[in-house]
């Protein structure tokens, strides 16, 4: 059953990507060697996801890099071999990466239209078990089943395009091959991976496939082609452009793009939060590394000098108010006095506030009344034992001495 909507899991940006067809007709072979029919692109487009073309001619680490980088893949009609072309080859990698990340509660869509469907087929499968059941250039309605109208692709429908598409020839079918029903159900892979939406009849009077839906993974497939009912304008093939069926393609590519936007809807993997891939470390250039590396090492090294001036200048202004030295007038340099830990040398007493200071000039300071006593023995520092300038002829008292050297 669908789940609720999770407002926090939308994304507004996603990228679907589009495996290319290499290129066979002689006029197009100058542009390039892959091409995706812009009808696809416009298609997934107008539903409000940008795309991301995916060329056959890369390696597996190549493609699994820009798995990582979309959230859904679509796979076009077109004319290959679906089980030794590399557009089979590319697929095959991108739906085992779908499978092992839908299975690890990576939310990743897979939608195929025309051969697209019959190559998810294979996929599943294992084998080829398309046969004829030609339809060419022809719109037809749906059959619907059962199951259609308890499906995700189907569920926002009105019921007026619902009955329209089971009477009206909406669906533009341009094909040779498909699955016929009762290949389907008598395949127990395919019975049970898909979901049979839709069947239809085929000019040989076979009943083939035309809507599928995956049980348990995100994988859709329509035998027709809903593009072409907004983007193809070619007279000579039979596109329906009514209002249903205008209606019908833009739908239905809102749906594919929702599904990529929209984490968990109708799928058991409700806790997926979809968001657009990152590029990660190992996508980028040395060079980037070294800023980036650069950068955090000065960061660092900032951060690292700042706190030690801080913190300097914390411990000093502690050690101010502590001490109260702007409360003592010196008339030496304040900024070279060296109270040697806060503790005078003579009397081995910690400096207190307001206390009265004699410094000496190699800036060491003392008690006064201490260096006063000192001075009175020994006419050197207390500290370094540097003497004092002068002979006691010259000072003819201690204080008038320590007066002079401060």
Not at 139 to 153: D, G, H, Q, V, Y
Not at 162 to 190: C, D, I, S
Not at 302 to 326: N, T
């Amino acid at each position: 059953m669908p789940t609720k909507l999770n407002q926090e899991a939308l994304n507004d940006r996603p990228v679907i990507g589009i495996l290319t067809q290499i290129v066979t007709d002689e006029v197009l072979k100058p542009f390039g060697r892959t091409f995706i029919p812009s009808s696809y692109v416009k298609f997934i487009e107008s539903g409000g996801s940008r795309v991301m073309p995916i060329r056959l001619t890369l390696n597996t680490a190549e493609y699994k890099k820009i798995f990582e980088k979309i959230n859904g893949l679509l796979f076009i009609g077109g004319a290959v071999d679906l089980e030794t072309s590399d557009f089979a080859r590319v697929a095959k990698i991108f739906y085992n990466l779908a499978l092992k990340a839908n299975d690890e509660g990576d939310f990743f869509p897979i939608w195929g239209t025309c051969m697209g469907m019959q190559l998810l087929t294979v996929l599943v499968a294992g084998e080829n078990l398309l046969a004829n059941t030609t339809a060419e250039n022809i719109a037809l309605p749906l059959n619907l089943t059962t199951a259609a109208s308890s499906s995700r692709m189907f569920e926002g429908f009105p019921s007026e395009l619902m009955r329209a598409l089971t009477q009206e020839p909406l669906t533009g079918n341009f094909h040779h091959y498909g699955l016929t029903v009762e290949t389907f159900q008598g395949n127990e892979k395919l019975q049970s991976f898909f979901s049979l939406l839709s069947t239809n009849v085929a000019e040989n009077k076979v009943h083939f496939v035309s809507t599928i839906e995956g049980k348990r993974y995100p994988f859709y497939g329509v035998q027709w082609h809903p593009e072409v009912n907004r983007f193809q304008w070619n007279r000579k093939l039979i596109f329906p452009h009514s209002s249903h069926a205008v209606q019908l393609s833009s739908l239905l590519a809102e749906f594919f793009v929702n599904e990529e936007c929209f984490c968990g809807l109708g799928l058991v993997y409700s806790n997926k939060s979809c968001t657009m891939p990152p590029i990660t470390f190992q996508d980028l250039p040395l060079n980037i590394y070294m800023v980036i590396f650069g950068t955090g090492i000065f960061v660092f090294i900032l951060s690292l000098i700042f706190c030690c001036y801080f913190i300097s200048k914390l411990r000093h202004q502690a050690q101010s108010e502590r001490f109260g030295y702007r409360e003592v007038v010196l008339k030496g340099d304040p900024k070279k006095l060296n109270l040697h830990g806060q503790t005078c040398a003579v009397c081995l007493e910690d400096f207190k506030v307001k206390d009265e200071l004699g410094v000496l000039p190699c800036q060491h300071a003392f008690h006064r009344k201490c260096l006063v006593k000192w001075l009175e023995v020994r006419c050197v520092c207390p500290m370094c034992n540097k003497p004092i300038a002068g002979s006691p002829e010259q000072h003819h008292s201690i204080g008038t001495l320590l007066d002079e050297l401060v």
